[in-house]
């Protein structure tokens, strides 16, 4: 596809969607298209579970937070809020004092529409009932239950379910259906009980490897704010948020994406773990106590099992003999040799930590301790040889929080135990009624060593980077908004596919327009420029690393036909090229939604129709595909072919809703699909869910 013809589908989308616009301004779709900016700096086709976050929100609906009352954490815990529109809220009740009436959050320059009734079912102006006497016997006894059973199932055969035999040795041990299980109790948001459980495609059932059912279990006990000393108290699985992620952040984070005030990271320092992940939490015990009106400390101990490439080295005979290459994160244990690998591992992890808080100002010391029971051996290449190896590893780091005026300032400094170190600092500002402005400055040392952090940046990992980045957002005229950042960043040691220290450079920009319960639009253009090995016919140690270039345009529409009926239309292209070469790889793909939701009616359902053409990998796209509830697929695609899905929902009677998935993707220039065991010899891919919801 040229550019040429690129434009006129562009332009006949344009016209066409006049029509047939739609705009769903709510909680969902806005933290929607924050995941979605976040998955599209990730590298993989992923499957998320963001039960979590979907939720807290739906406890906040039935119990909302006082916003005259609300902490920065409180109101940060909505992940709908970015820190200058906490900031504002917060200045205005000091000023003026507690809001009467939600309808005062539209004096606030920096609430737009869409989030001011993004916000509204879970925030309130009513006075706290609190009571923190409550007993363990009522909250067992007065709460409310929920069960979730789903089953998961891709319809053509798959290589790896072919039996075992000379000519497929690493067969699947299981079938090819996928099993969830979820219970949770919950009283109000102060007492909550979970149980998770899951067996992937290709795993055992009540056989073989998993002679007790499940492959994955999960559970956790969380006692919430039971009196003015006690915050937080977890046993069984959690996570934990400390700083700005330069230590230990494994709950979902902000990143770069067209929300480009929603940098700082804060919220709860604990939470109860609910996802089907098998790696990213904690598994022990957990706490968070008060002392005063301005202190309070954190403190966990976990103790798992984790997967790993196992193996022993007989020639060192001073430590142990016991080692492991790499930690396997896939939660996969299909083959042979993925069940010799699970839970290969033992890590003990301990830490917590130490905060002051006034009104304006929060300052916290921050440690974990962890330690492996065999020694990590890592397969040293030249762009990792200053990563972790060994068996203990620790973590110490400052961070702080301060509020000036219409400023707010933020940060993190922390070391590893081998000297290194990892710095990251923020600014926020509200510069006047119409423009705010955000800056970021990390840098993160070669040789700072760290197992679970997730901070702002260009790569995973946090080290080996140092940038400066630099947003602001506009609001010109009611109901539009103009978002922009521009990222600079280097490497000033190897990375992987990188063999020479290299740098990059990203620009965004989006025009949003947003008419109240009608109308959204918005056009989004992003650059990006960096290097990559160059590919060679010669097998040298290091290679030559070339500059690639990626651009990307998006337009996206939608509009409420009736109170029952919306849709969504989307067309996006993407445009990549290799420095040296003149051939420039295009891609484009453009859906059409419907989503009907009657009201009173117990039957409703969201579908789409999307055709693509993507030249290659390098420029593939994202987009995020409405699922059961509680799920996103956020899938990338790549070749030529059409997609389409339909999920129905049916509440059968009121306690019991019925939800059914059917997609299918059809390929029209590759005659298998997929690779190794997932491979499917033909050019269709069918998958089917089906789930059941009880509450009782």
Wanted: proline share 2%; net charge neutral; charged share 25%.
């Amino acid at each position: 596809m040229n550019f040429r013809n690129s434009l006129w589908l562009l332009i006949g989308i344009v016209f066409l969607s006049n029509t047939t616009l739609l705009a769903q301004a709510d909680s969902i779709i806005l933290q929607e298209d924050l995941i979605q900016g976040f998955i599209e700096n990730l590298d993989d086709d992923v499957d998320f579970d963001y039960s979590t976050l979907y939720e807290e929100l739906e406890l906040l609906s039935k119990r909302p937070i006082n916003i005259n009352e609300a902490t920065e954490d409180d109101l940060k815990q909505l992940r709908l809020l970015n820190d200058i529109q906490i900031l504002d809220i917060q200045t205005y009740i000091s000023k003026l004092g507690p809001f009467i009436s939600l309808n005062e959050l539209q004096s606030i320059p920096s609430l737009d529409l869409r989030t001011i009734k993004a916000i509204l079912p879970f925030v309130t102006v009513n006075e706290s009932d609190d009571d923190y006497q409550l007993s363990i016997k009522r909250m067992l006894t007065e709460g409310k239950s929920v069960l979730f059973m789903k089953w998961r199932r891709v319809l053509e055969d798959q290589k790896g379910y072919i039996p075992a035999d000379v000519f497929n040795p690493a067969a699947y041990e299981g079938d090819p259906n996928r099993y969830f299980l979820r219970y949770r109790y919950q009283y109000e948001n102060r007492l909550r009980i979970g149980l998770t459980a899951e067996k992937d495609a290709g795993e055992s059932f009540f056989s073989g490897s998993n002679k007790n059912g499940f492959d994955f279990y999960s559970a956790h006990v969380h006692l919430r704010e039971f009196n003015r000393y006690i915050e937080d108290l977890v046993v069984g699985d959690y996570t934990i948020s400390l700083g700005q992620g330069l230590i230990v952040h494994n709950d979902f984070g902000s990143s770069k994406s067209a929300f480009v005030m929603d940098l700082k990271k804060g919220g709860r320092t604990i939470r109860a773990y609910n996802s089907i992940n098998e790696v990213n939490f904690f598994r022990g015990a957990a706490t968070t106590i008060n002392f005063g009106k301005n202190w309070n400390s954190s403190i966990f101990y976990s103790r798992k099992r984790l997967d790993g490439n196992t193996f022993t080295d007989s020639t060192d005979i001073e430590n142990d003999f016991e080692r492991f290459s790499s930690v396997i994160t896939s939660g996969y244990h299909r083959t042979v040799n993925e069940i010799e690998d699970k839970d290969a591992i033992g890590l003990e992890s301990i830490g917590g930590k130490i905060q002051y808080k006034q009104k304006d100002f929060k300052f916290g010391i921050n440690g974990i301790y962890e330690r492996f029971d065999r020694t990590f051996d890592r397969n040293t290449q030249l762009y990792n040889q200053f990563q972790f190896s060994g068996k203990d590893i620790v973590n110490l780091s400052l961070d702080y929080s301060y509020r000036l005026q219409n400023m707010s300032f933020f940060g993190e400094s922390a070391g590893s135990g081998n000297g290194g170190m990892a710095h990251l600092h923020g600014l926020l500002i509200s510069l006047d009624r119409k423009v705010d402005l955000s800056l970021v400055y990390r840098n993160f040392g070669r040789d700072y060593q760290v197992l679970n952090s997730n901070s702002f940046g260009e790569t995973t990992g946090t080290n080996n980077e140092s940038g400066i980045y630099t947003g602001f957002v506009i609001r010109p005229y009611k109901g539009w908004t103009i978002n922009a950042y521009v990222d600079i960043w280097k490497h000033p040691w190897l990375r992987f596919r990188r063999d020479a220290p290299s740098n990059g450079r990203e620009y965004l920009i989006r025009l949003d327009y947003y008419e109240k319960r009608k109308f959204n639009f918005y056009t989004q253009y992003k650059f990006e420029q960096k290097f990559i090995n160059e590919p060679s016919i010669f097998e040298n140690p290091i290679d030559r690393i070339g500059q690639i270039t990626l651009h990307r345009l998006r337009l996206h529409f939608s509009q409420r036909i009736s109170k029952n009926l919306n849709i969504r239309t989307r067309a996006e292209f993407s445009y990549f090229n290799q420095k040296g070469t003149d051939v420039w790889d295009d891609g484009y793909l453009v859906y059409q939604d419907i989503i009907y939701k009657p009201i009173g009616k117990p039957f409703s359902f969201t579908a789409r129709y999307s055709i693509f053409d993507v030249d290659r990998y390098d420029n593939r796209i994202y987009t995020y595909e409405n699922d059961i509830i509680y799920e996103f697929f956020i899938p990338f695609y790549y070749n030529r072919g059409k997609r389409y899905y339909i999920n129905l929902r049916y509440d059968v009677i009121r306690n019991i809703t019925l939800e059914f998935r059917y997609a299918r993707t059809t390929y029209d220039n590759i005659e298998t699909i997929g690779s190794g065991n997932e491979l499917i010899n033909g050019s269709t891919r069918t998958e089917f869910k089906a789930q059941v919801r009880y509450n009782f």
